[in-house]
């Protein structure tokens, strides 16, 4: 509990949960959602996540359109589709890594018309410099992604599932909900209820692929004496 | 706990913790770090945590470089000073918020040399085409930073003080870091032990600012009618 000005002192047992609903997040399809809806009180909770996401000179440049309208999911699904094809194509076209079309093409990629809540969620650009982004201009578009990972570990905390449809046209997708021309798509989130949260990622590109190694050097000169000090991080 | 194939349940209690680790987490700057070396397996806690989020068709497209060199850590402090002085000049040119420029001149904005451990976090981006990526190419970065968040997340759960540092030239990073050519550099992280995380964020743009409302609509037409149902989010 806060002391003063001070924050709360974690245990070990809260650090543990934590890494407990990090490890148990997915990315959750069509073919997992059931149609009931989401209490109010639920939702509030997973927008509640977003608001305590850092931003880059506190500017929290996110915007949430929430969709639960037929009609519209149905325009947003057909700009997936159109895109999912152009993506076939692609793949069929050889750049993609052998063996794994079929696969692709039998995966469920979406859940826009299954989920009960549909979320877009905009980058809203400032008028002028902000503090911390005037070096690296994408920061306020990473600020809003940080927001989508809490709503994403938020959702799964309630046990509801949550999946990122990144197969869409962004422009499109303005056009459908009819956002500022200066906005920015973002992504478009899908929120259920689940009949069950899988273990197993849905996808791996490759078999053979595993958890990366967490953490190499580049530099091949002195400087890097400390950091290779530390080999089971190098 | 698992059961079969299916992740574990959460209760209201967990998801109540998680909300009080989101809220409590705050940008740690120089003022705060204390010199102690962080311990071994915090560290690798902390990455865990990292390789725990989402990525965009399983890419995990991100790269760690951890920093503890000293001389390293001056000429990334030295690309902050430059970068901060050309803040400073767009600020004082009336670029800035009334009456905010006292406050940010005396703001200590990062923790390059007083943290312990720095951490530059890349996008290692893929050759060819990725599963998610194809229509929206920012999605590789967007990944980076859900790892990011989920670092910042798990160190506040271990009370360990986490900054990301976004005034910096990014090209000069790289080249400090010896990085491959097509690497980019999404984030500098400086983590340490803290006397303690302050309640309050550090910066408040406008005094008469406050949390975002969570949700709003853009539709004027017919297509909103199910959106605006929902009084309590628009």
Known sequence: M????????????????????????RDVRGNRFLAD????????????????????????PWEFITITNRTTKELIADSFFIENEKAKAL????KFEVGKLEQYQQLKLEGILESPLNIAVFYNPKNGPVLGQTSMPDMGRYSVVCAIQNMWLKARS??????WVSILDPIKVKTILNAPQDRELIAYLCLGKVDKVSISPNWKPSSGRKKRHHSRSFFPTATNKIALAHPSIH
């Open 37 to 60: 809806e989401l209490a109010q009180e639920d939702i509030e909770q997973i927008f509640a996540a977003a608001l305590m996401a850092p931003s880059v000179g506190f500017s929290q």
């Open 158 to 163: 309630l046990n509801i599932g949550m999946g």
């Open 2 to 25: 806060p002391i003063q000005n001070q924050g709360p002192h974690f245990c070990s047992d809260d650090s543990d949960l934590l890494s407990e609903i990090m490890s148990a997040r």
């Open 91 to 94: 793949f069929q076209a050889g």
